[in-house]
């Protein structure tokens, strides 16, 4: 392994660029930015970090864990393990990912995104008490970034369900009839794992059947038509009832356009993506 070498004071100026840009949301000017660095200083420890950061903002795991190949001599070993836990979670690697949150953890007690990362992979993991302390310790370190989850009964979600399908145009909700609504506290590895690259687990919602226009099957081959709603994680997503009862509703209808057989660009068009 060569020896670490830093970035110049300038470097790490561009590099902050980099982070602003990305923190804009603009993605293909800070994939630009970072490429031009990357070939004048290819292999760099801490450019390699922020390369898999901006892979994980694009979508994608697999490159993000490709870029931190040999990237554990960074200027910040608590991000490489929290960025390396982070793309293993979108992967569905919960127990590695678990691990490399806790590495962070280990040298940066105080990561609060490390800590609520615990949290949702020990969900995923069915182990609630577990999860439930590192959300309190996500909240108690940043709780405007990390606040607790919502937490609502049952009955009250299920109503906030049904009240979005009563909300829907009367021709869709005669075609829904037939179809399952399902409510679940989070979605399976079976599920997560029916496509290659795997859905994330954060996922609000998942149509699975087929859709009625075609007669091949989405996400769960040969499965019959369902929609469902994974419940732990639209409650984390929220911050109150009110816009727990929007994104129910956005969840519902996107969800909806999927059997209606759109895809995720017409989805985005009608604002449900």
Request: glycine share 4%; with cysteine; net charge negative.
């Given at each position: ?105 280990a040298i940066h007690p105080d990561h ?63 075609k829904l009839e037939e179809l399952p ?93």
């Amino acid at each position: 392994m060569k020896p670490y070498e830093t970035l110049s004071e300038t470097e790490w100026m561009q590099v902050e660029r980099v982070r602003d840009l990305l923190d804009e949301g603009e993605l293909e000017e800070a994939r630009a930015a970072l490429e031009a660095m990357l070939r004048k200083r290819p292999g760099q420890a801490d450019l390699c970090i922020e390369n898999a950061s901006l892979y994980l903002a694009e979508g994608e795991p697999e490159a993000a864990l490709e870029a931190l190949r040999g990237a554990e001599r960074s200027a910040d070993p608590a991000m490489f393990f929290y960025l390396r836990a982070a793309a293993r979670y979108d992967l569905v690697k919960f127990e590695e990912s678990l691990e490399d949150a806790r590495r962070t953890i280990a040298i940066h007690p105080d990561h609060a995104a490390a800590w609520d990362l615990c949290s949702r992979v020990l969900e995923h993991l069915e182990r609630p008490e577990e999860a439930a302390k590192a959300a309190a310790e996500a909240y108690a370190i940043d709780p405007e970034a990390f606040p607790l989850p919502l937490e609502v009964s049952d009955v009250e979600f299920d109503a906030l369900v049904r009240r979005s399908l009563r909300e829907l145009p009367k021709p869709i909700r005669a075609k829904l009839e037939e179809l399952p609504v399902l409510v679940q506290p989070l979605p399976s590895r079976e599920m997560l794992t029916a496509e290659d690259p795997p859905f994330t687990p954060d996922l609000l919602g998942l149509f699975a059947g087929r859709h009625i226009f075609t007669e091949t099957s989405t996400a769960v081959p040969e499965a019959p038509g369902a929609i469902c709603l994974f419940r732990r994680n639209i409650l984390r997503a929220c911050a109150d009832k009110e816009e727990l009862a929007r994104e129910v509703r956005i969840t519902v209808q996107h969800e909806v356009g999927h059997y209606m057989g759109l895809d995720e660009d017409e989805l985005d068009d009608w604002g449900l993506a």
